[in-house]
């Protein structure tokens, strides 16, 4: 059974950061293809930021240069840095993990950007 908990969400202002943190229960953490998902209130949950197990990265327009994710396949967590942080990206942020085609999702933390 896989699990994933996620943490590091909170209120930030314009322009802040914050690190959000993902840790998963399974050992073979390293064979999967891991990503960021977030969903704003009345909008579908969209992807923000991919990493496969090989490590390659993956972002969409609206977060490239702003948020990286990363990984530590030793300490089987996930990372999101997110700098540059504006009111849009106000959402419940989920982490994601992927084994061959099945995804298993984590509980969600919220993240406020606002003044």
């Known amino acids: 059974q896989v699990q994933l908990v996620e943490s590091g969400g909170g209120v930030v202002q314009p322009g802040g950061s914050l690190r959000l943190s993902c840790a998963a229960s399974?050992?073979?953490?390293?064979?999967?293809?891991m990503g960021w998902h977030r969903q704003a209130p009345g909008k579908q949950r969209e992807l923000v930021a991919a990493i496969t197990s090989g490590g390659s990265t993956n972002y969409p327009d609206s977060v490239k240069g702003r948020f990286t994710i990363s990984r530590d396949n030793a300490k089987r967590t996930v990372y999101l840095q997110m700098n540059n942080l504006k009111p849009e990206d106000t959402a419940v942020y989920y982490c994601?993990?992927?084994?061959?085609?099945?995804?298993?999702w984590g509980q969600g933390t919220q993240v406020t950007v606002s003044s």
């Open positions: 399974p050992t073979i953490f390293r064979f999967y293809d």
């Open positions: 994601a993990a992927t084994l061959s085609s099945r995804d298993y």
